[in-house]
């Protein structure tokens, strides 16, 4: 008998995580790499939610809070919903948890039973399958195409759901494909679950602000299914606070009881001073806010950057995403070339191959369900990104 339990022994760690540890080991043996691995926004956060944390602190909210959240972020939540998205919600509907990651283990763990399966859309962020089996449920994966833009189809999902489905799970925008749906798709797969009101529809809208196309769509707007939906959003990636830990959601309020019951048994109320920072983001509106227009400015042309440089490189099929801050280029043209002492076969390869011949790290698409890409982030300056496009360039050209 093992000391570690058959739960966590099948746990795969997180791809993204282990290259940024990887890329820090590295960095700390004096070696210059740039890490295009990790999913976080390279800006710091704007200056007045620093200042409510601040303020946070001096008027000692640093007291137990309740555990779905305080009463006043989960107003500003509501409002923001609003205000944003032209959706109503009770604040009984709304948990705020320590990030968007505990929000949707919170939201599996709260529904599942052993057995219960999770229609996925590949592909998907690395912690989707391995949050559902820690819950005890079964990932069923279906893939996309690059050709398609990475979407899935109505038709697919409804041909993955079998008795034992109880959600589906997608991102948009996506990570890690920066796929974004629009009103018209999300009406379709809305229609097509209708008719299956057991299944929950787990919509991951974390990127929600890092949108080059316009306004956000939810799939909870259409009320058909409105009281299927889960929304799961934060404030990580649109305000640059990934440090503040803070996500939420907004239910049907059994969902929200469950979660805040589940949570109380775990990690209880999220961090007070994260929560008062929080409000101050949510209550600002986006579309008036100079700090995130820069930021989404920003990462707009750093992807019309990288796209540029990585075009130049045979082998790598691109499409141009509209969100989020990734690409994920199809690379199955590599497979079966060597530099004459290393063979590529697979995505992994590529990517080990990439850092230790450039110093540049990425993310194998294996880990996002995807073996045929992988991903760059393009959260950095354009400088990195002109010299990682440069250093794939040059290693890349050794494999033949």
């Not at 041909?159 to 796929?179: D, W």
């Not at 229609?191 to 799939?219: C, Q, R, W």
């Not at 540029?308 to 590599?334: D, K, R, V």
């Amino acid at each position: 008998m093992g000391i570690i339990s058959n739960r966590l022994n099948q746990l795969t760690e997180s791809a993204t995580l282990a290259m940024a540890q990887k890329s820090r080991e590295l960095r700390d043996q004096g070696i210059d790499v740039i890490n295009l691995s990790i999913g976080e926004p390279d800006f710091d956060t704007p200056e007045f939610i620093k200042n409510a944390a601040k303020q946070a602190l001096d008027e000692n909210y640093t007291h137990y809070p309740p555990v779905p959240g305080y009463l006043e972020l989960r107003e500003s939540i509501v409002k923001k919903l609003r205000r944003d998205n032209n959706l109503e919600y009770q604040i009984n509907q709304i948990v705020v948890s320590t990030g968007a990651k505990q929000a949707i283990s919170n939201v599996f763990y709260s529904i599942l039973n052993p057995g219960e399966e999770v229609i996925i859309p590949a592909p998907f962020w690395v912690s989707y399958a391995d949050m559902v089996q820690l819950a005890e449920g079964v990932p069923v994966v279906i893939s996309t195409t690059i050709e398609n833009n990475f979407k899935v189809t109505p038709q697919q999902i409804i041909a993955a759901i079998t008795p034992k489905t109880k959600a589906l799970i997608f991102s948009s925008p996506c990570n890690p494909t920066g796929t974004v749906y629009s009103k018209a798709e999300l009406r379709e797969i809305a229609m097509a679950l209708k008719d299956f009101p057991h299944i929950t529809i787990v919509s991951d809208e974390i990127y929600e602000l890092i949108n080059f196309n316009g306004g956000h769509e939810s799939i909870a707007q259409f009320e058909d299914i409105k009281n299927q939906v889960v929304i799961v959003n934060g404030v990580s990636k649109g305000f640059a606070m990934t440090g503040f830990r803070l996500g939420y959601i907004a239910a049907p309020k059994a969902i929200a009881d469950a979660c805040t019951k589940f949570q109380g048994q775990t990690t209880s109320g999220t961090n007070t001073i994260a929560q008062r920072a929080a409000m101050a983001a949510l209550q600002a509106d986006p579309k008036d806010n100079q700090d995130i227009q820069l930021m989404v400015n920003a990462f707009k042309e750093r992807r019309d950057l990288l796209i540029s440089l990585i075009e130049q490189i045979p082998g790598f099929q691109l499409n141009t995403p509209p969100g989020a801050f990734y690409l994920f280029p199809n690379i199955t043209s590599f497979f079966g070339k060597t530099d004459g002492k290393t063979i590529i076969r697979n995505s992994p390869d590529l990517v080990v191959f990439i850092l230790e011949k450039a110093n540049v790290a990425l993310v194998d698409g294996e880990a996002f369900g995807d073996p045929n890409c992988l991903r760059l982030s393009y959260a950095t300056s354009k400088e990195m990104l002109v010299e990682a496009a440069n250093r794939i360039k040059d290693a890349c050209s050794l494999l033949h």
